[in-house]
């Protein structure tokens, strides 16, 4: 199983942008989607972003579209989410996670089988 390790969260204000890094180990995610969620106190996890394994399909919660960007670099084995115009509500535990059935695309957070720890993102009004 592939482990997946989250970094990049703090704290910033309304307006401001945030970069979050999740790196992988263990084995190759280049044939594998991936993607982002977030989780809020008394919520369930929701679906933030997703890229398909060769990162030609990209799929965007309708909440972060045009403000929010998904990559990866697998060659670097790495995933990233570049956050511009952070709003207050977007205040949550980010988790990246990986579908390790390869070559599928879906962005179901039980479609995703491995998950990192989670890095907390905190905008202020």
């Known amino acids: 199983q592939v482990q997946l390790v989250e970094s990049g969260g703090g704290l910033v204000q309304a307006g401001g942008s945030l970069r979050l890094s999740c790196a992988a180990s263990g084995r190759s995610i280049s044939a594998y989607s991936m993607g982002w969620f977030r989780q809020s106190p008394g919520k369930e996890r929701e679906f933030v972003a997703a890229i398909r394994w060769n990162g030609v399909i990209t799929a965007y919660a309708d909440s972060v579209k045009g403000r929010f960007t998904i990559s990866r670099d697998n060659a670097k084995n790495t995933m990233f989410l570049q956050m511009n115009s952070l709003k207050p509500d977007d205040t949550a535990v980010y988790y990246c996670?990986?579908?390790?059935?390869?070559?599928?695309?879906?962005?179901?957070?039980?479609?995703?089988?491995?998950w990192g720890q989670g890095t907390q993102v905190t905008v202020s009004s």
């Open positions: 996670g990986a579908d390790s059935t390869p070559f599928q695309w879906r962005t179901r957070p039980d479609n995703f089988d491995s």
